[in-house]
């Protein structure tokens, strides 16, 4: 294999060698340049950089004083391209002289321009490959919330405006959220927050009216829900009417063999279409009569009372449609009567005969059973409607005691009002009435000596044992504080205004001079009773 190259007139021989492949040194890494040994002496750039173009574009080629040089190339691959061109021989021209040939040797060459790149495009595809994994991990991570702003009082007032949008309402209460977590609320910002919060309040009554739209949306849904699915069930029974009537002898005679299983096929297809319709329907008034029932068990049995005509209404429209479903599955055993019939048509007359006894026999037990179901819904009704009448005596029995009850209040009233007025019996043996005037100092002694209730009692009761074991009083916070650990809503105020009221049980005396000044409560129920 001869390769001539054309230089200024002289012609290049590379001639082949049919020797082993030379050994190489291990390859740095990002090797761009080679080694090239064993040159002619009398070669030069241009001819070394014309063999060797060849192999790629050669970026620089630094040739020494001997027979080797070193030639660096633009990309790694060609370094590989010119690694086939070790072991030929190189002869320039026709010359025979030692000095125009030589054999090449061709090597991998480290330096240091090629590590360098490597190791900055290593550095490049280590960033690149941190930033897909990045993109990888932030396309599973939930988005950030958005920073949440400093409280001010200019925030706070477009805050509040936002509060009553209802379009952003859900981004300024978390803004509001964190404020409040956050310990923005001082005494001087107190109003400010107050009215926020008031706002928010104020977006309950939205909420339940919307819930309630959505409740009555979803009630209207079911009702149509109900009612197209009423209608789809009506048109299954049209059809199956249609397939019932085509198996009928007039027309089932006409119709081929397989026309014949086509109708079938499609006939109880079509039935356990219509039947699994019927239950869903059947489902959907069970829960609604289960519902009602519950409403009925959780209602007061005042409530009970005023049960009107149109819930009976309502379940006399629930036994009519369980009715028409009895009505349809009667239909449905009519059918499969039909078919027994027509598949039992070839056996005998006697056999006929048999079958048609038997068919009417299981009729009549249906029709039967049919009857009795009938006639305990009609007793259930029954039932109900006595106790809705028994309802309405109770109600109006309690409605009598009512009015009773009135006209003894009334009555005791005017004989207490009787009471107020003195009888004063004059001289002449005529009888007056005068207005007795009460004294203002009892009046006020007897209002201090009556109860309010029941609580009040217990106070006194444990008040007094408190101050009985104290034999040189207490102060009222000391008395309070005692009492705060029994009943936490207890306030001071409601403590003295009842030993107040109770003069001749607790008194108030006075210790100490100047600052140290203190009022105390005794217990003085047993000198009052001495006393009395």
Partial sequence: M?????????????????????????????????????LPENATEEIIQEVFEQCGDITAIRKSKKNFCH???????????????????????????????????????????????????????????????????????????????????????LLADKLKDDTKFSEAISILQTWIERGEVNRRS???????????????????????????????????????????????????????????????????????????????HCEELRNAHSEQL??????????????DSNDVPSKKARVDDSALAAQAYALKEENDSLRWQLDAYRNEVDLLKQEKGHHARTEESLTKDQQLQFLQQAMQNMQQQLIAMQEELNAKKSELEKAKEEQTHAQALVNVLKEQLKSAKEVTDSNNHDYVVKENGTISVAVFNH?????????????????????????????????????????????????????????ETLL?????????????????????????????????
């Fill in 282 to 295: 059947m489902g959907i008034r069970r829960e609604e009569e289960m519902e009602m029932s519950d409403d």
């Fill in 439 to 495: 004294d203002k100092e009892k009046d006020a002694e007897k209002q201090r000596q009556t109860l309010k209730s029941e609580k009040e009692a217990l106070l006194i009761g444990i008040i007094s044992t408190f101050l009985n074991v104290h034999p040189f009083g207490a102060n009222i916070e000391y008395l309070w504080s005692y009492l705060q650990q029994l009943d936490s809503r207890i306030s001071a105020n409601e403590i």
């Fill in 190 to 268: 107190a109003n400010q927050f107050y009215s926020m919060v008031q706002s928010a309040n104020s977006h309950v009554r939205r909420l339940i009216n919307e819930k309630a739209t959505h409740e009555e949306q979803l009630e209207q849904a079911k009702e149509i829900y109900k009612t197209e699915l009423l209608g789809i069930l009506t048109q299954f029974e049209q059809i199956v009417a249609v397939f019932n009537a085509s198996t009928r002898q007039k027309a089932w005679d006409h119709f081929s063999k397989a026309q014949r299983k086509n109708i079938d096929i499609w006939r109880k």
């Fill in 71 to 157: 030639i660096r190339f633009a990309e790694e691959f060609m370094v590989d391209k010119a690694i086939y061109l070790s072991g030929y021989r190189m002869r320039l021209g026709s010359s025979t002289d030692k000095k125009d040939s030589g054999r090449l040797h061709v090597d991998f060459a480290q330096a240091r321009d090629d590590f360098y790149e490597w190791e900055c495009k290593q550095r490049m595809f280590a960033r690149e490959e941190r930033h897909r994994r990045r993109l990888e991990v932030d396309k599973f991570r939930p988005p950030s919330p958005p920073a949440i702003m400093h409280y001010s009082e200019h925030e706070a007032t």
């Fill in 2 to 38: 001869t390769v001539n190259y054309c230089y200024t007139g002289q012609v290049q021989q590379l001639l082949p060698h049919y020797l082993p492949p030379p050994s190489t040194r291990e390859r740095p890494p990002g090797c761009k340049t080679v080694f090239v040994g064993g």
């Fill in 500 to 532: 107040l009221r109770l003069p001749r049980m607790f008194k108030q005396e006075f210790t100490g001079v100047g600052a140290t000044l203190e009022k105390r409560w005794k217990f003085c129920a047993f000198e009052g009773i001495k006393s009395a």
